[in-house]
């Protein structure tokens, strides 16, 4: 568990999609996080939600071992919109590019705070720009890279009018080799201005107007809806139980987890922790047990470790213990549950 500071933020659900696109480039993933000794840890009282230096530190190893010099680029040319999940599938489903920018801007703070975006209206012109918090400019310049060329992506393909960006601006120096500038171009399609003041894509106002080719009116009811409660969810604070949650987390990766050190870390008794629990009608054991069932699945498909490594990281310290009792949980063995999973996908 981290703790919340007045930096920037991200989805952990957004970066564990990241780390697997990752593992499909090839790249070590989990090697990296061990030998670098990164955790992808929450928040405290913020679950959804990790570090965004972090995530930035993770990033600067992982671009590094990319071959290709433009990575964030070739990124969003291939996977576009689908990182982002339900904030693009709530987007697509809007009346007009404008709406649909919109609710980007809306439901943006799902994904975290580690961009934010804007959009400005000049006379016969509309911006969207976007302003990023991450301090390293390697890493920001390849991110921009990527979140930039997504939102034109998604604005030239979202109405049958075609191409409607019409210049795109880059903060960061052009690179120096002139074949990476061609890059640029073939991928945005128009003039790419660099060392501009900030990151923005610029079309005609009356872009904004064209309808949207995937508008469904009553899914985006619902879905504006459902994105309304979940940020709502998540400006509340955080419910005893979510703190328990989190203390049981960081222990589960520290490897001392018990009903004692979660009290400890919460400055309380175990038998007040037991009753405070029962209160919100939870109890220390079904915690544990869901957290370690996360956990053990999220390892058994994201890493090739052993169900013995596995097993240990989940809390216990034998394998056939484990297996017994991830086999109660779900109807399978640990080998069986990573074999179906994957043969599925």
């Not at 987007?91 to 980007?104: D, F, H, M, R, Y």
């Not at 064209?210 to 459902?226: G, I, Q, Y």
């Not at 999220?298 to 809390?315: I, K």
Request: charged share 25%; proline share 5%.
């Amino acid at each position: 568990m981290v703790a919340a500071s007045s930096g920037y933020k991200v989805s952990i659900e957004l970066v564990k999609k990241a780390l697997d696109l990752g593992r499909q480039f090839g790249i070590p993933v989990d090697e990296l996080l061990d030998h670098n000794d990164i955790r992808i840890e929450p928040l405290q009282g913020d679950s959804a939600y990790m570090a965004g230096k972090e995530l930035e530190f993770i990033l600067s190893i992982g671009i590094r071992q990319m071959p290709d010099p433009l990575p964030g680029l070739t990124l969003g040319m291939i996977v576009q919109q689908q990182l982002f999940g339900f904030v693009a599938f709530l987007a697509q489903t809007a009346s007009t590019v404008g709406a649909c920018l919109e609710k980007v801007i809306e439901a943006e703070p799902l994904i975290g705070d580690t961009g934010t975006t804007r959009l400005e209206y000049l006379p016969g012109e509309a911006h969207l720009v976007w302003h990023c918090r991450i301090h390293d400019p390697f890493v920001r310049a390849h991110v921009a890279n990527f979140i930039l060329f997504t939102y034109a992506s998604f604005c030239n393909s979202g109405t049958r009018a075609g191409q409607i960006i019409r210049e795109v601006h880059m903060a960061h120096p052009a690179p120096k080799d002139p074949a990476l500038l061609d890059i640029y171009r073939n991928a945005f399609n128009c003039p790419v201005i660099f060392n501009a003041q900030d990151y923005r894509v610029l079309m005609p106002g009356k872009a904004l107007d064209l309808p949207a080719n995937t508008a469904d009116p009553v899914l985006n009811t619902v879905l504006s809806e459902h994105a309304k409660k979940l940020l709502e969810e998540r400006g509340k604070p955080s419910s005893f139980t979510d703190e328990v949650c989190l203390n049981i987390q960081k222990l589960l990766y520290e490897g001392n987890v018990s009903r004692d050190n979660v009290a400890a870390l919460l400055n309380i008794t175990s038998r007040t922790l037991h009753r405070k629990l029962r209160e919100e009608g939870t109890s220390y054991g079904d915690l544990l047990s869901k957290l370690r069932l996360e956990r053990s699945c999220d390892l058994l498909l994201e890493t090739s470790q052993s169900v013995q490594a596995v097993a240990r990281d989940a809390g216990f310290d034998e394998a056939h213990s484990f297996t017994r009792w991830f086999r109660q949980m779900t109807g399978q063995t640990p080998s069986e549950y990573r074999k179906n999973k994957v043969s599925a996908d």
